[in-house]
């Protein structure tokens, strides 16, 4: 394929909807971010119950529209440059109705009313007796998320919704994962993303197994969502026939135009031109994948430090991407499907097609380190001193972890931040634990506490948990490559890529390198550009073929442009993201023996934990 759109005047957009914020940022097709600008998003908790996080798909498209126009005012890029857009979010419940109008999920706005709240988000555990459920089938779809189905994925939540919200008003909900709501609101196009659907929304694709062909009608039956056996056009699939039970919606590979680009009124929401063609979106942990994991990498901080040579697809198979923000998501991919126990996945053509991708992940790690900082007596006391310092709390705590390793380091032995914690131990799971237990009841806990409420202390407790976070890490690498994989480095991005000492922490713990991208916090916006390039390329390619309408409007021919232009997302890839920095594992042996030890004591953590709930448990339930 010869691209058509690299001229240096044509721009890229890249759309990224985290958990609070939306963010839209202007690219280059060298990579270079021209503009960005991000607002935050609302999202909604019950004071009744603490599993309960909701949002709104309008508050969202506002701001998102309000980031686009800000990016484009100070960049001065002409809307008609924009070549392309890419959308990515989190992987949230979005309900509508067939007219694309919000349904609310909230008990405090009446469920199945026309509230603002109608998008569940991800971190939403009300499903849990859902989940249970579904799991307690032993279905084949099972298989592909790692053997249990978390409650943060789509099927559970729907489920919920169904026992909850009133019956004709459930049969008139489409449900989206956020990822291929937007870009239905952007281009008209009801077309879902093979990302958003594998991933979440228990599809299995035609070719993953000898008999799977999408949706198994079956496994809906059986947990109570038999409508879906008959019609699977509300999650993203087509209604069943005689002349062909098992067909399919239009689902698209990464990157690949939906519809017929920007509609007229998405235009003039987000200050760009009708038509922009518009990447089928991915979920976000997926977008900071695209935007990582071909990064060539500089051996030291040096400008003139020498560069990795080119990448190639196939490399991407030794290489783990952390993509860590409120959470922590671990992707890797493979030629062939890799079956990790719990471990999502393996999902085929998550992003290309043809390839597959696991999915570890720690529900809580940027929340997890915000949570033991506010909920400390220090806190006050820490805000503080960053105040009166100009500076941020991190650098404040961090300042005190060095002044602690100095007091305790005496007659020739320089202490270590590691052997200043050697006797607190905390365990991370205070969100349940996604991987690779996949057990939502576990908790956080942590020992080694003193009648201490001073802001040492505080420094010790974030020490500790930068730590287990770490430990975390390396449970899911060891995990990932007993069941096939071959991971040789982590590529990190999110806001926890900032933190030097983690990263050092997290190839120490896992004797890995670690490879920072160029700009941590910006890869997952970045990754979605990517897919707008991708989109103005192949839209262009294939112009003539469709002379004004849909490129796709079957699956075969999907397919077919899916397959063939893989190699050019690939080195999109390559070309827009800009070089990175390695860190090598660089632990002393002393270090080496107490991070060894506190793995065993981790991994010895989850076993007391667990046989103590089944004591209580016992207790609870005898006559």
């Not at 594998?198 to 809906?220: I, M």
């Not at 400008?303 to 923000?325: C, D, F, K, M, Y």
């Amino acid at each position: 394929m010869n691209p058509t759109n690299a001229l240096l005047d044509n721009y890229y957009i890249g759309v990224d909807v985290g958990t609070g914020s939306a963010r839209a940022a202007i690219l280059t097709p060298k990579g270079d971010i021209v503009a960005s600008a991000t607002h935050d998003t609302k999202t909604w908790r019950s004071h009744r119950d603490s599993s309960i996080f909701e949002q709104s798909t309008a508050d969202i498209w506002g701001k998102i529209a309000a980031c686009v126009k800000e990016a484009l005012h100070q960049s001065n890029v002409p809307p008609h440059q924009v070549m392309g857009v890419g959308f990515t979010a989190t992987c949230s419940l979005a309900v509508v109705d067939m007219d694309g109008k919000s349904i609310s999920v909230s008990e405090d706005e009446e469920i199945g009313g026309k509230g603002e709240r109608n998008i569940i988000l991800w971190a939403d555990h009300r499903a849990e007796e859902e989940a249970n459920l579904i799991n307690s089938t032993g279905s084949e779809v099972l298989k592909f998320v790692g053997g249990t189905m978390s409650l943060e994925m789509e099927i559970p939540k729907i489920l919920w919704l169904k026992k909850h919200m009133p019956a004709d008003t459930f049969a008139r909900c489409q449900f989206f994962d956020l990822p291929d709501y937007l870009t239905y609101r952007a281009t008209g196009s009801p077309a879902r993303s093979n990302c958003s659907l594998v991933c979440k929304t228990s599809y299995v694709p035609p070719g993953a197994t000898e008999a799977s062909n999408g949706f198994d009608r079956s496994f809906l039956s059986q947990i109570g969502l038999g409508e879906f056996a008959e019609d699977t056009t509300r999650i993203g699939g087509t209604s069943n026939s005689t002349d062909s039970p098992t067909t399919n919606g239009i689902v698209l590979t990464a990157g690949l135009p939906v519809g017929r680009g920007l509609t007229k009124d998405a235009a003039s929401d987000l200050g760009l031109m009708e038509g922009t063609p518009v990447g089928s979106g991915v979920i976000d942990a997926y977008a900071g994948w695209i935007g990582t994991i071909a990064a060539r990498y500089r051996a030291g901080e040096a400008e003139n430090a020498e560069l990795s040579g080119h990448p190639s697809i196939q490399e991407s198979t030794q290489r783990l991407a952390a993509v860590a923000g409120t959470s922590t998501c671990h992707l890797a991919q493979s030629i062939d499907g890799v079956f990790v126990p719990g471990v999502w996945g393996p999902y085929k053509n998550a992003v290309f097609p043809g390839w597959w991708m696991n999915e570890g992940g720690q529900s809580a790690t940027g929340q997890l380190i915000e949570f033991v900082i506010s909920s400390h007596p220090a806190c006050a006391a820490l805000q503080e001193k960053a105040r009166q310092e100009s500076t941020n709390v991190y650098s404040v705590l961090e300042a005190e972890l060095q002044r602690l390793r100095k007091e305790a380091s005496r007659d020739g032995f320089e202490e270590s931040l590691t052997g200043l914690t050697k006797d607190i131990h905390l365990y991370p799971d205070f969100h349940g634990n996604r991987s690779p237990l996949a057990d939502p009841k576990m908790r956080g806990s942590i020992t080694g506490l003193a009648l201490d409420s001073s802001l040492a202390d505080l420094a010790l407790r974030f020490n500790v948990t930068l730590e287990a976070i770490a430990l975390q890490t390396r449970q899911i690498v060891d995990q990932m490559n007993s069941h096939g994989h071959n991971i040789k480095s982590i590529y990190m991005s999110g806001s926890q890529a900032k933190n030097i000492f983690l990263m050092q922490l997290i190839a120490d713990v896992c004797s890995l390198p670690v490879i920072l991208p160029h700009s941590p916090s910006a890869a997952v916006v970045v990754g979605a550009a990517m897919l707008g390039r991708f989109a103005a390329e192949v839209t262009g390619i294939h112009a003539k073929e469709v002379a004004g309408e849909d490129l796709f409007q079957n699956q075969s021919k999907v397919d077919e442009v899916s397959r063939s232009e893989k190699e050019r997302l690939w080195e999109i890839m390559v070309e827009m993201t800009q070089a990175g920095r390695k860190i090598e594992p660089g632990a002393n042996p002393r270090d080496k023996r107490l991070l060894e030890a506190k793995y065993q004591i981790f991994l010895e953590s989850i076993k007391t934990q667990r046989r103590w709930r089944e004591i209580m448990e016992q207790a609870s339930n005898m006559n």
